[in-house]
């Protein structure tokens, strides 16, 4: 597949969203509610569950699955109130040293009046500053989209994953080619120049591991399953001091 290609089956209808890795790779799952300042953004979805035996923090960037759901979670765009709740959680998990997986699937943060009068982009940089300063393992995956910085709001982590027909990108081919070239038809050619695609991004090491997706199979969850727990266990070895450390040195060298 070239890069448009791999862009459109980010999008595809059908393709297993946030909720669904919950489900199949989180066990216990309590969801948790609110930014305790605004209101409880559907957009993102977070609480606490095991993940190979472990407690762990789950936040995820959900679009929804049919017309209805996609509405009830605005499409995955989160607004202000949701990238707050996203942080409270996280702070919790802190407390409890407990690790914080995020599944990242946005095409960016919600861009209406309300969200940019309640302070969107101030949201998003403090998710991303207090995700670095976290003093406890975190892992971002990338399911489908990973756009602009409605995605690395969830992304500050200790390591970067993304499964294989997934994107990461400052913008939208769409957004890059009307800027570039006035032209939106050119979406195509943006979509190569952007490097987004997960095989660009390992070879940059903008992510640390390409995972395969194999049709999204019970097989697909239970490696995936493994592969976190195991992640999140050699993690939990390292000091906390040592984590933040090494995760500002990962993404200072860009």
Same mark, same amino acid.
């Given at each position: 597949?070239?890069?448009?290609?791999?862009?459109?089956?980010?999008?595809?209808?059908?393709?297993?969203?946030?909720?669904?890795?919950?489900?199949?790779?989180?066990?216990?799952?309590?969801?948790?509610?609110?930014?305790?300042?605004?209101?409880?953004?559907?957009?993102?979805?977070?609480?606490?569950?095991?993940?190979?035996?472990?407690?762990?923090?789950?936040?995820?960037?959900?679009?929804?699955?049919?017309?209805?759901?996609?509405?009830?979670?605005?499409?995955?765009?989160?607004?202000?109130?949701?990238?707050?709740?996203?942080?409270?959680?996280?702070?919790?998990a802190e407390k409890f040293r407990r690790?914080?997986? %995020? =599944?990242?699937? *946005?095409?960016?943060?919600?861009?209406?009046?309300? #969200?940019? /009068? !309640?302070?969107?982009? $101030?949201?998003?940089?403090?998710?991303?500053?207090?995700?670095?300063?976290?003093?406890?393992?975190?892992?971002?995956?990338?399911?489908?989209?990973?756009?602009?910085?409605?995605?690395?709001?969830?992304?500050?982590?200790?390591?970067?994953?993304?499964?294989?027909?997934?994107?990461?990108?400052?913008?939208?081919?769409?957004?890059?080619?009307?800027?570039?070239?006035?032209?939106?038809?050119?979406?195509?050619?943006?979509?190569? %120049? =952007?490097?987004? *695609?997960?095989?660009?991004?390992?070879?940059?090491? #903008?992510? /640390? !591991?390409?995972?395969? $997706?194999?049709?999204?199979?019970?097989?697909?969850?239970?490696?995936?399953?493994?592969?976190?727990?195991?992640?999140?266990?050699?993690?939990?070895?390292?000091?906390?001091?040592?984590?933040?450390?090494?995760?500002?040195?990962?993404?200072?060298?860009?």
């Amino acid at each position: 597949m070239n890069a448009y290609d791999i862009v459109l089956k980010s999008r595809e209808k059908g393709r297993p969203t946030a909720v669904k890795y919950i489900e199949n790779i989180v066990e216990g799952f309590i969801e948790l509610h609110g930014d305790r300042r605004f209101a409880d953004d559907r957009a993102i979805v977070g609480g606490i569950g095991y993940i190979g035996g472990m407690p762990v923090t789950v936040i995820g960037i959900e679009k929804g699955d049919d017309t209805n759901d996609k509405i009830m979670h605005n499409f995955g765009c989160a607004h202000p109130e949701g990238y707050r709740k996203a942080v409270r959680l996280m702070k919790e998990a802190e407390k409890f040293r407990r690790p914080v997986l %995020c =599944l990242v699937d *946005t095409s960016g943060a919600y861009c209406g009046i309300g #969200a940019e /009068e !309640r302070g969107q982009s $101030e949201a998003i940089a403090m998710s991303i500053l207090d995700m670095i300063r976290l003093k406890t393992p975190t892992l971002s995956l990338i399911i489908g989209e990973g756009g602009s910085g409605g995605a690395l709001g969830l992304s500050a982590a200790d390591e970067v994953w993304i499964t294989e027909t997934s994107t990461y990108s400052v913008i939208s081919p769409e957004g890059c080619a009307s800027i570039l070239w006035k032209d939106s038809s050119r979406v195509a050619d943006a979509s190569e %120049c =952007l490097k987004m *695609t997960a095989s660009d991004l390992f070879a940059l090491s #903008a992510v /640390e !591991r390409v995972i395969p $997706e194999e049709n999204f199979s019970e097989k697909f969850y239970e490696s995936l399953k493994e592969d976190i727990a195991a992640f999140f266990k050699k993690q939990k070895k390292i000091p906390p001091e040592e984590l933040v450390e090494a995760r500002y040195r990962r993404f200072r060298k860009f």
